[in-house]
C-alpha cells in the first residue's frame, strides 16, 4: 500500500518519494534503474589503492568469524573495479533491536540482486556498516520482547562498539527464562549467548549476530573504527579543522530547507569527536586552539595536523560528516534507511558537491507490517480493511460504531439544514443593524455547537452499547501496532523467529521488493 496511507511517515518521506520540486536540488540520482546506471559511471573512478585497504581490513576483521562462500566471494570482489557497493547502517542495538533492522539489510541483500539482474557486467555487494562509533548507549541498550524491556545497564563511556559485554551474561540469563524449550527457542538462546557471552566486545558481538543471520546471502559487515580506513579519510579531516566546510555547507542547505521541512539535524562549527578507549568528546576551536571537551587536550592549527598524521583513528566523524567517511572508504551507489536518516541525508548534498564527492542515491527501505491468518481473520469479522487498520485508534473506532450502529450517529444533514437557515436570517440581518447581524452569528455559533455536543453525546452512548465491539477493535489494533505506532518500530526479531524460525527471514527475503517504494503488509 501506498506509504501515504499509513499516517507514519513524514512530510520529508512522503515528498521525498514523490521527487517534489521542493526537494529536487537537496538529492542526487533517481532511485530507479536509470539512476543506477547513472551513478555506476558517477563512481567507477574509486581509487584501486582504497579497495585494496578496504578488502585487507575486511579480511582482518573477518578472520575470527565463520564465514560463508557467498561473503568471501564478496569480500575478494571488492578489488575490482567493476564491484559497487550498496549499504545499509545501524545502531549496535543489542539483540539487533527493533524489527526494522532486518527489513534495512533485506532490502540492501535484495537491491544487490535486483541490480546484478540489470547490470550483469557490474558486482554489487550488500554492505552492513556498523555505528561503532556511536556513544548514545541509552538507545541501544535495549529490545522489547513480547511488551517487556530485556536491557543492559553498564556505566562504560566512549564509543559502544569498544564496549566489553560484561554484563550480558546475566542479561542473557533473565531472557532464555521468557523463552521456553522449543527448537527455535534454543536456537535464539545459542544465538544470544555466541554473540554476547563469548565475545569481548560489542562490535565483535553484533557482526557475529548479524553474520549469522544473513552470511548465506553474502552480507558484508564493516566495522569503520580502524587505522588504515581513517587513513584515507585525513584529507577530509584536515578540511574539517582548518576550514569548518561542512559547518559553512549544511548551514546554506538547512537554512533553504526549513521553510518547508522539519529539520533533522544542525550542524556544529567542526564536527569531529575525539576518540580513546571510554572516551568520545567533541573538537572544539576558540581562539585559534583546538581542543578536546572536558579534557586537558588541546592543539594548534599546525600540531593537531602532526596528531592527524599520526593518529587518525582518534578523529571520529558525526552524523554529519559519517555520511562523507562511507563515501570516501567505499565503492558506494546507494544509502538504504530509515525516515530519519534520509531527511539528514538530504542536508548534506551541497557538502559532498564541495568536496568533490559523489553523492550517493537514497532509498527508504522496505517497511513491513506483519498481520498474522488468526488476525486476518478477526479484521475480517470485524470488517475492518488493511488501510482502516492504520487509522488513528478513535478515528477507527468512530467508523466502526457508525457503521454497525442502527442509528444515524452523524448529524451533518442537521448542520446543513441549521446553517441554510441561519443564512436567511443573515440577508435579513443584512437590511439592519449590526447589532443584530451579531446576535444571529452568536445563535448560529450557539446552536451548531448544541448539535455537536448532541451528536458526541449519542455517539458515547451507541460506544457503550458496542463496548464488545470496541474491546474487540482495541485489543486488535494493539497487537498489531503495539504503543500506536508501527511494529517494526517496537518489537524484536525474536518474537516472530521463536514462532517461525529462520523461515521468518526467508518469507521477508522473497517478499520485499526495495525499488517498488511501498509499504509491505
Not at 559519517?322 to 567505499?330: G, M, S
Request: hydrophobic share 35%.
Amino acid at each position: 500500500m501506498p506509504y501515504q496511507q499509513t499516517n507514519f511517515f513524514s512530510k520529508t518521506v512522503l515528498n521525498y518519494l514523490e521527487s517534489h520540486r521542493d526537494l529536487q536540488n537537496f538529492f542526487g540520482n533517481n532511485t530507479d534503474l536509470k539512476g543506477f546506471e547513472i551513478q555506476i559511471q558517477q563512481k567507477n573512478t574509486f581509487p584501486e589503492a582504497t579497495r585494496k585497504i578496504l578488502v585487507t581490513v575486511l579480511k582482518k576483521q573477518y578472520k575470527e568469524v565463520k564465514i560463508s562462500e557467498n561473503t568471501a566471494k564478496n569480500i575478494e570482489l571488492l578489488q575490482k573495479e567493476n564491484t559497487f557497493t550498496i549499504t545499509t547502517g545501524h545502531q549496535l542495538n543489542l539483540f539487533t533491536g527493533p524489527l526494522y533492522f532486518l527489513y534495512k539489510i533485506i532490502s540492501t541483500i535484495n537491491l544487490c540482486e535486483t541490480l546484478k539482474q540489470e547490470f550483469p557486467k557490474e558486482n554489487f555487494v550488500p554492505i552492513y556498516w556498523m555505528a561503532t562509533e556511536d556513544h548514545d548507549f541509552e538507545e541501544i541498550n535495549y529490545f522489547n520482547f513480547k511488551d517487556k524491556k530485556t536491557q543492559w545497564n553498564s556505566s562504560q563511556k566512549g564509543a559502544v562498539g569498544r564496549f566489553t559485554t560484561e554484563g550480558l551474561e546475566a542479561v542473557f540469563n533473565e531472557f532464555s527464562k521468557h523463552l521456553g524449550n522449543t527448537k527455535n527457542a534454543t536456537k535464539l538462546k545459542v544465538l544470544f549467548e555466541e554473540g554476547y557471552v563469548k565475545h569481548a566486545n560489542l562490535a565483535d558481538a553484533t557482526r557475529y549476530i548479524a553474520n549469522a543471520l544473513f552470511r548465506e546471502y553474502g552480507l558484508v559487515i564493516i566495522d569503520a573504527d580502524d587505522k588504515a580506513l581513517k587513513k584515507q579519510f585525513i584529507p577530509c579531516i584536515k578540511e574539517e579543522l582548518l576550514q569548518q566546510t561542512s559547518f559553512k555547507e549544511v548551514s546554506k542547505t538547512v537554512a533553504k530547507l526549513k521553510n518547508n521541512y522539519k529539520i533533522q539535524v544542525n550542524p556544529r562549527e567542526i564536527n569531529l569527536f575525539y576518540l580513546l578507549d571510554g572516551l568520545r568528546e567533541r573538537i572544539l576551536l576558540k581562539d585559534g586552539i583546538y581542543a578536546v571537551n572536558n579534557t586537558n587536550r588541546q592543539w594548534t592549527a599546525s600540531e593537531i595536523q602532526k596528531e592527524i598524521d599520526n593518529f587518525p583513528e582518534r578523529f571520529s566523524p558525526n552524523v554529519i560528516m559519517r555520511p562523507l567517511y562511507q563515501e570516501v572508504i567505499l565503492p558506494n551507489l546507494c544509502y538504504i534507511g530509515g525516515g530519519g536518516e534520509l531527511a539528514y541525508w538530504l542536508e548534506l548534498k551541497d557538502y559532498f558537491d564541495a568536496v568533490n564527492i559523489p553523492f550517493p542515491i537514497l532509498l527508504l527501505r522496505n517497511s513491513v507490517q506483519i498481520i498474522s491468518e488468526k488476525q486476518r481473520k478477526k479484521m475480517q469479522k470485524l470488517n475492518i480493511s488493511t488501510e482502516e487498520i492504520f487509522l488513528q485508534q478513535e478515528a477507527l473506532i468512530a467508523k466502526k460504531v457508525k457503521e454497525n450502529s442502527k442509528l444515524k450517529v452523524d448529524f451533518t444533514a442537521q448542520k446543513q439544514f441549521l446553517q441554510a437557515q441561519f443564512n436567511q436570517l443573515k440577508e435579513i440581518a443584512v437590511h439592519t443593524d449590526t447589532s443584530f447581524i451579531g446576535a444571529v452569528k452568536a445563535q448560529e455559533k450557539k446552536q451548531l455547537n448544541g448539535l455537536d455536543k448532541l451528536e458526541k453525546r449519542l455517539f458515547r452512548a451507541e460506544k457503550r452499547k458496542y463496548k464488545e465491539l470496541v474491546n474487540s477493535i482495541t485489543t486488535l489494533q494493539n497487537e498489531l501496532l503495539p504503543n500506536q505506532s508501527l511494529e517494526e518500530r517496537q518489537r524484536n526479531f525474536s518474537e516472530y523467529y521463536l514462532e517461525y524460525g529462520i523461515d521468518f527471514i526467508n518469507f521477508l527475503k522473497e517478499n520485499l521488493h526495495p525499488l517498488q517504494l511501498e509499504f509491505t503488509v
